[in-house]
């Protein structure tokens, strides 16, 4: 079954903790991208990537890091400089080209105490 | 600066009446719009998208209409069911790159 994976559901963690967000595709996208939701906003992007060993920052990288070191994996860490880490995250894929649609995953909230 | 707004937060409908999203860009070069729906705690899905060379594309109930002049998009659900109740965003994507930008979103509640 071909589709976006992100673990865990749910994480908790304390302030001034780096914790790191996982996202796995079996698609054979090139593109990744990873947006953050918050109550009665709209998808804000934070990092993407086109293609493998590259990516661009997206509106809101600040306190955010990436890698993407394989095709399917892009995993991303919330770092302790994210002043306001709390939120859920959503990590995408999509083919190369413009114009063409994300698949999503089922997302992560991070709550941070 | 909100480059993709849905001035609309919430749309209350009559199962079976048409329910009627709209969005508003500022960028004339945006390239490709896309609408998706979104159910609490889970990742969007795709539903329909449309090309800046276009101004109607159809997907069995869902109908989007591209207004370039006036910048504007609205997705048309016809009929309306209790299932479709969820939050729906636009996106437009700037051209030149594989991102989009997405609009706040406009939650729609079917009514049984």
């Known amino acids: ?42 998808l804000r992007l934070i990092y993407y990537s086109q293609i493998v060993n590259d990516f661009q920052k997206g509106d809101i990288a600040e306190g955010y890091s990436v890698s993407r070191e394989k095709k399917e994996s892009f995993p991303l860490t919330v770092t302790s400089a994210q002043k306001n880490p709390t939120a859920f995250y959503l990590c995408a894929s999509s083919i190369a080209g413009q114009g063409t649609q994300q698949f999503f995953g089922p997302g992560t909230r991070l709550t941070v105490l | 600066d909100q480059q993709v707004k849905q001035n609309s937060p919430s749309l209350s409908v009559q199962e079976g009446r048409i329910s009627i999203l709209n969005c508003d860009y500022t960028n004339s070069m945006f390239d490709y719009f896309l609408w998706y729906k979104k159910y609490p705690a889970e990742g969007p899905t795709f539903l329909i998208s449309i090309s800046s060379i276009k101004d109607k594309n159809e997907d069995g109930r869902f109908t989007v209409f591209l207004n370039k002049s006036a910048k ?7 009929p309306s069911q209790p299932g479709d109740s969820a939050v729906y965003f636009c996106a437009a994507n700037p ?9 706040t979103g406009t939650r729609l509640k079917v009514l049984a």
């Not at chain 2, 504007?72 to 016809?78: F, K």
């Open chain 1, 1 to 42: 079954d071909g589709g976006i994976t992100q673990s865990p559901k749910y994480l908790f963690r304390k302030e001034g903790q780096n914790v790191t967000l996982s996202c796995e595709q079996n698609l054979n996208h090139d593109a990744m991208y990873w947006y953050r939701q918050d109550p009665g906003q709209g």
């Open chain 2, 72 to 78: 504007h998009l609205s997705l048309h659900i016809v």
């Open chain 2, 95 to 103: 051209g030149g790159t594989y991102k989009y930008i997405f609009g």
